[in-house]
């Protein structure tokens, strides 16, 4: 599944690739279900022909393909999605669940091993009302920055361990287990310290590590891991900045310690035993 920094890398990628474009139809390869609010297969065909994608914007982790009429093709990749541009001659991936083709410059596919993704046709004022997830997002790293005192306010009145909470949507945006650790591992704190208990120094630490983080592997085009590629099929760099997320037995990059693993949460949890 797609983190923070691989989607956003996707978003930037596909603002300056289809932004401008104008669609000449949608191919739906996948299930009904795929395309939730149309009666039909050609339902987004008969809506889209003709409309220029004016931009491509982020709203946690939905990429919303702005189409004009106060309209968005929404995007929410699920567990196993991804988006790549291809040219039309190239040949469909098995996995390929929509297609959407441009007159000119080529197509949009949309990739799911998973058959997790949906594709949504909603009225920009409505979004929040056909994902109510987005009215109960944290912060934003990337899009919404705050302050380290907003951010340690915010901590202060969670009480809950602290990987879970880095990975919970409604604190902060776009985490899973592999950013998750590198953060926790920057800011020198232990998976299972309590929020509500850290000191000034060690919330500082954490906000840190996070924007760092964050920002980072944002510059570096997220992670190659589990076969994740970008829109053009390129892997990520960031791999190679990695101190602790999938080197369990190594040395940490650092140099500082072995990297041990432990299962927290039903996932492989990557750290050293200097985080405290």
């Not at 912060?139 to 306010?153: L, Y």
Request: glycine share 10%; net charge negative.
């Amino acid at each position: 599944m797609l983190e923070l920094p691989e989607l956003e890398t996707a978003r930037r990628d596909l603002d300056r690739e289809i932004g401008g474009l104008k669609i000449k139809e949608v191919d739906v390869l996948g299930p009904k279900r795929l395309i939730p609010g149309q009666a039909n297969k050609n339902g987004l065909t008969k809506s889209l022909s003709g409309r220029k994608i004016s931009s491509v914007k982020r709203i946690g982790m939905l990429i919303c393909l702005e189409v004009g009429n106060g309209e968005s093709l929404v995007i929410n990749l699920g567990s196993g999605g991804t988006l790549r541009r291809a040219v039309n001659k190239d040949q469909k991936e098995a996995d390929t669940q929509l297609i959407v083709s441009f007159t000119q410059k080529g197509q949009l596919r949309l990739l799911d091993s998973e058959k997790s993704a949906t594709v949504t046709l909603v009225q920009n004022e409505e979004i929040a009302q056909v994902f109510p997830e987005v009215a109960e997002l944290g912060f934003d790293p990337v899009d919404e920055p705050i302050s380290w005192t907003d951010f340690g306010r915010r901590l202060l009145e969670c009480d809950a361990k602290l990987r879970p909470l880095l990975m919970d949507q409604t604190f902060v945006v776009g985490l899973g287990p592999i950013y998750s650790d590198e953060i926790l591992h920057a800011a020198l704190l232990r998976h299972d310290r309590v929020a509500n208990q850290l000191i000034t120094q060690e919330i500082r630490r954490l906000y840190r590590s996070i924007v760092e983080t964050i920002h980072n592997a944002v510059k570096h085009r997220g992670v190659a891991l589990d076969q994740i590629s970008d829109v053009f099929g390129e892997p990520g760099g960031y791999d190679e900045y990695l101190e602790v997320y999938g080197r369990g037995g190594e040395r940490s990059r650092n140099g500082r310690g072995d990297v041990l693993t432990a299962r927290v949460g039903g996932t492989t949890h990557y750290y050293c035993d200097y985080q405290v």
